[in-house]
T-cell receptor, first 110, second 112 residues
Framework: QKEVEQDPGPLSVPEGAIVSLNCTYS??????FMWYRQYSRKGPELLMY????GNKEDGRFTAQVDKSSKYISLFIRDSQPSDSATYLC??????????FGTGTSLTVIP | EAQVTQNPRYLITVTGKKLTVTCSQN?????MSWYRQDPGLGLRQIYY???????DKGDVPEGYKVSRKEKRNFPLILESPSPNQTSLYFC???????????FGPGTRLTVL
């Protein structure tokens, strides 16, 4: 069983839609949770970083962590064509070893 | 400009020919790491380093070596590359353990 599971999509939405991206994980010891955005032919860039359970908001992006369900989500409000990318979830226990999901490909159609 | 650089960006080589992919960061970061990215498998960690002369295995270290003699550099060495090491490789760094990681642009390696 993989440490982190993520639906690869692809996901296609119209501009302005709310996008929900999700990951599940198996190891209850994970404490730090991240979302990265990766454009084609580029390295991942950090979008959101959360510790333990709860919500974190940054502009149009909201990250949620539900440790009881071993489930994390990223919501994108008012999605834009520039949000078209692959979104990767990642998590770590102590900050040295990181486990990534396989990524969800998102296309926002103008 | 704060950045992580990797060289080469593209490399085609043959089985068994030793190669090194360099990684350098100019942000005085303590933590550095190498990942490989494969379709359907995502990013998998190869090795990481918490400081100079301190390195440890990630999830998929077989067939790779690393060294951290200087804080800014973290080369990835393939002593005897094999076709199953054909992949997209990323170097990353962060200020400290658990910090936000900055990724390099990637090195696409093909082993024939």
């Amino acid at each position: 069983q993989k440490e982190v599971e993520q639906d690869p999509g692809p996901l296609s939405v119209p501009e302005g839609a709310i996008v929900s991206l999700n990951c599940t994980y198996s190891n209850s010891a994970f404490q730090y949770f991240m979302w990265y955005r990766q454009y084609s032919r580029k390295g991942p860039e950090l979008l959101m970083y959360t510790y333990s359970s709860g919500n974190k908001e940054d502009g149009r992006f909201t990250a949620q962590v539900d440790k009881s369900s071993k489930y994390i989500s990223l919501f994108i409000r008012d999605s834009q064509p520039s949000d078209s990318a692959t979104y990767l979830c990642a998590m770590t226990i102590t900050g040295n070893q990181f486990y990534f999901g396989t990524g969800t490909s998102l296309t926002v159609i103008p | 400009e704060a950045q992580v650089t990797q060289n080469p960006r593209y490399l085609i080589t043959v089985t068994g020919k030793k190669l090194t992919v360099t990684c350098s960061q100019n942000m005085n970061h303590e933590y550095m790491s190498w990942y490989r990215q494969d379709p359907g498998l995502g990013l998998r960690q190869i090795y990481y380093s918490m400081n100079v002369e301190v390195t440890d295995k990630g999830d998929v270290p077989e067939g790779y070596k690393v060294s951290r003699k200087e804080k800014r550099n973290f080369p990835l060495i393939l002593e005897s590359p094999s076709p199953n090491q054909t992949s997209l490789y990323f170097c990353a760094s962060s200020f400290n353990l658990g910090g936000s990681q900055y990724f390099g642009p990637g090195t696409r390696l093909t082993v024939l």
